[in-house]
C-alpha cells in the first residue's frame, strides 16, 4: 500500500511541475523573457540616445548658420543655412527612427509582461512611452502615461515612486508638446492649455519632493524646478525670442497635432488637488532625464 502511494505521488510530480509552469511558474518565466528583450532595448537605447545627441549638435549648428545668415544678408550665408537645416532635419529622423525602434522593442517586453503590476512592468511602460515622446509621436506616449497615472491612482499609489516617474515624464511631455506647438503657430489658447499641464505638475511634483525628509528627493525636487522655469519662460517669452533659442536637448521635432483642446480635458492632466499654482520668473536649465 504504502508503494503504490509513493508510486502515485511520484506520478503526480509531472503534472504538479505543468501546473506550476503555465500557473504561478509564469511570471517569473515570462519577467525572464522580458528580461532578454529588454537588454536589447537598452542597446537599442543607447544608439537612439546617440543619435539624439547628434540631432542636438546638428540644430545648434543649424541655428548658430541661420543667425548669421539674418546679419549677414549674405547669399553664401543663406546657402550655409539652407544646407545646415538639411542635416539637420536629416539627423532627427535618424534619431526618430531610433527611438522609435527602442519603444517597440518595449513594447514587445510590455506584451510578454502583460498585466503585471510589478515593478518591472511598470518600469517597462514608462520607458516605452518616454521613447514614444522623444520619437516623435508625442499624443501616444503622453496618453500612455495619463492612463498609468490615472491606475496608480486608483490603486492608491499616486504618492509611490513609480507614480511620481511616470507624472514627471508626463509634465515633460506636455511641455515638449506646448513648445512645439508654439514654434508650429499653433493657436495661443491650444498651447498656453498643454503648458498649463506641464507647469501644474511640474510644481506638484517639486512641492512633493521638498516637503520630503529624504536628501535625494530634495533634490530631485530643486531639479524638477528648474524645469518648471523653463515652462514659466515658455509662457512668458516673446515668439522671437524663443525662435532664437534651441530646443531642449532631448525633444523630437514636429507640430504635436492631437494635443490642446482637440483631445479634451482627462483627469489626470492636472494633479490632484491642493497643490497651488506656479507663477513667477523664468529660468535656464533642460528637461532631461533618461531611463
Known sequence: M???????????VPVAGLAYHFGPGQRPFNEDRAGDILAEARSLQAQAESAQESAYGRHLASLAARKAALA?????????????????????RVAAQAWRATADKLHEAQEI???????????????????????????????????????????????????????????????????????????????R?????????????????QQSSDAGEKARADDIQKNLELVLNLEQSEQEDL????????????????????KGKG??????QGKK????AGGVGDVDGGW
Request: with cysteine; aromatic share 6%; proline share 4%.
Open 193 to 209: 492649455e498643454v503648458s498649463g499641464w506641464a507647469r501644474q505638475n511640474f510644481r506638484y511634483l517639486a512641492e512633493a519632493g
Open 113 to 191: 509582461l502583460g498585466a503585471s503590476d510589478s515593478e518591472k512592468a511598470s518600469t517597462v511602460r514608462v520607458a516605452r512611452a518616454r521613447a514614444l515622446i522623444r520619437s516623435g509621436k508625442i499624443v501616444d506616449g503622453v496618453s500612455d502615461l495619463e492612463a498609468l497615472v490615472e491606475s496608480l491612482a486608483e490603486a492608491g499609489k499616486a504618492e509611490t515612486e513609480r507614480a511620481h516617474e511616470a507624472r514627471e515624464e508626463l509634465a515633460t511631455g506636455y511641455y515638449y508638446g506646448a513648445r512645439l506647438m508654439r514654434l508650429a503657430g499653433k493657436p495661443t489658447q491650444e498651447w
Open 72 to 92: 549677414s544678408k549674405s547669399p553664401d550665408d543663406e546657402q550655409r543655412a539652407k544646407a545646415a537645416a538639411t542635416e539637420e532635419d536629416e539627423a532627427y
Open 2 to 12: 504504502v508503494a503504490k502511494l509513493a508510486w502515485m505521488l511520484w506520478a503526480l
Open 277 to 280: 499654482d506656479a507663477r513667477g
Open 267 to 272: 483627469k489626470t492632466k492636472r494633479p490632484p
Open 243 to 262: 525662435l532664437a533659442r534651441p530646443l531642449p536637448k532631448n525633444s523630437p521635432r514636429g507640430s504635436c497635432d492631437g494635443l490642446g483642446n482637440c
